[in-house]
């Protein structure tokens, strides 16, 4: 299928490996122009350089702290003009609801609230001005049901998807168009390292840890940064322009529901 955005011009956050990478590497194969960003300048300037070579868009890189203001102005700086914007940022850590501080919210709230909507903020005067624009934002399937160890993240995303509810509705008219995306398990360095954690915990093999989750997800695997690349792209192309505020699981059927 022609996305119909080969030329557009797309800034992805935190998409030097899994599901952000996984999206950067879907946008250029569909033609777009990327603005990659990262804390670690090398694996950055290495994945901007297989994207550069595979799919021969062009690819400028950004190094930073999604969560700090320093990186989001630097990354709306380079990437300005953007047509289309990915939200991404690590995860908060796991953990138990009687140790989490006041600077333990503000940290998960900076990175996985505040940093999308700082982003958000930024991009969309100009896409209303140009009447085109496309947003997705990566949260977690924990905004359906509650993963209890991830209290930090099930905190910070509610509020984010909050704000695209209302946020979305205010500008679809100007034909932009804002959607989250909900990653059940994928198989990325994040799920190796909570596989790691569980291992530790019940005293179990990685590998035991990860057949367990497996065994929990209808689809019997861990979904693909591939497969979650795709749907982002066309989330972001010409054919989702009636796709407003929804929130989108990616789960292998792992949040148990009818609707
Ligand atoms: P990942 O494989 O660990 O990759 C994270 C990427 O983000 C790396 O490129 C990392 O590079 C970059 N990054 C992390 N923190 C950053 C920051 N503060 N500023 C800029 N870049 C940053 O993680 P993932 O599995 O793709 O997960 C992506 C998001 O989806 C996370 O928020 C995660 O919680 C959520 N999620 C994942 C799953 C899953 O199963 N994989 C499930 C549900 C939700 P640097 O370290 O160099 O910065």
New binding site residues.
């Given amino acids: 299928m022609d996305l119909g955005i080969t030329g557009k011009r797309a800034i992805v956050?935190?998409?030097?490996?899994?599901?952000?990478?996984?999206c950067a590497e879907a946008l250029a194969a569909a033609g777009v122009d990327l603005v990659i960003?990262?804390?670690?300048q090398e694996?950055?300037e290495t994945t901007a350089e297989e994207l550069r070579t595979t799919h021969g868009v062009s690819v400028t890189v950004v190094a930073?702290?999604?969560?700090t203001e320093a990186?989001q102005e630097a990354l709306l700086k380079a990437g300005e003009g953007a047509d289309i914007l990915v939200n991404?940022?690590?995860?908060?850590p796991p953990g138990m609801w009687s140790e989490w501080t006041r600077d333990d919210f503000i940290k998960a709230l900076d990175?996985?609230m505040l940093?999308p909507i700082a982003m958000m903020k930024g991009v969309l005067p100009g896409m209303i001005d140009r009447g085109w624009g496309r947003v997705v934002n990566?949260?977690?399937?924990?905004v359906k049901a509650p993963i209890p160890v991830l209290g930090l993240?099930n905190s910070a995303r509610a509020g984010l998807t909050g704000y695209v509810a209302g946020t979305s509705r205010q500008v679809a008219q100007h034909g932009v168009n804002i959607n989250n995306l909900?990653?059940?398990?994928?198989?990325?360095?994040?799920?190796i390292?909570?596989d790691g954690g569980v291992s530790k915990q019940q005293g179990i093999s990685v590998e035991q840890a990860k057949a367990q989750r497996e065994a929990t997800i209808p689809a019997r695997r861990?979904?693909t940064?591939a497969e979650f690349g795709a749907m982002c792209a066309f989330l972001c192309s010409q054919h989702a322009g009636f796709i407003v505020g929804q929130n989108i699981l990616l789960d292998g059927g792992g949040v148990n529901s009818t609707l």
Avoid: F, V
């Fill in positions: 956050c935190a998409a030097s490996k899994g599901l952000g990478r996984g960003n990262a804390r670690t694996t950055l930073g702290d999604i969560a990186g991404n940022a690590g995860g908060p990175a996985n940093a990566i949260t977690s399937q924990s993240s909900l990653p059940g398990i994928h198989a990325t360095d994040r799920a390292a909570l861990y979904g940064a």
